[in-house]
């Protein structure tokens, strides 16, 4: 079992910053990338950034220059520095990762975090 867990969500004005956190826990033996997404209200959800395990990244267009993606693989933990939002910036903020867990078979498989609520607003 694996367990995904965002934190670091909640309001802030325009132009703000805020770096959200997710930490992967369980029986994890590898972890391969790790994404961000973003669900905002009556949209489907979209991939806002990923990261592998070497540190490669890749951004939306709508995010690039804005939105910054790290990882720290000892403590399983990706984050998401968020910088100059804005109100449509809006959404609730998805982890997800591409995890091989212990004792299985040598597959990989996505894991999902609950989200965090981002409100960009005055």
């Known amino acids: 079992q694996v367990q995904l867990v965002e934190s670091g969500g909640g309001l802030v004005q325009p132009g703000g910053s805020l770096r959200l956190s997710c930490v992967a826990s369980g029986s994890i033996a590898s972890i391969l990338t790790m994404y961000w997404y973003r669900q905002a209200p009556g949209k489907q959800r979209e991939l806002v950034a990923s990261?592998?395990?070497?540190?490669?990244?890749n951004y939306a267009d709508s995010v690039k220059g804005q939105f910054t993606i790290s990882r720290d693989n000892a403590k399983n933990t990706v984050y998401l520095q968020m910088n100059s939002l804005k109100p449509e910036d809006t959404a609730v903020y998805y982890c997800?990762?591409?995890?091989?867990?212990?004792?299985?078979?040598?597959?990989?498989?996505?894991?999902w975090g609950q989200g965090t609520q981002v409100t960009v607003s005055s």
């Open positions: 990261i592998t395990s070497s540190g490669n990244t």
């Open positions: 997800n990762a591409n995890v091989r867990t212990t004792g299985g078979p040598s597959i990989w498989r996505l894991y």
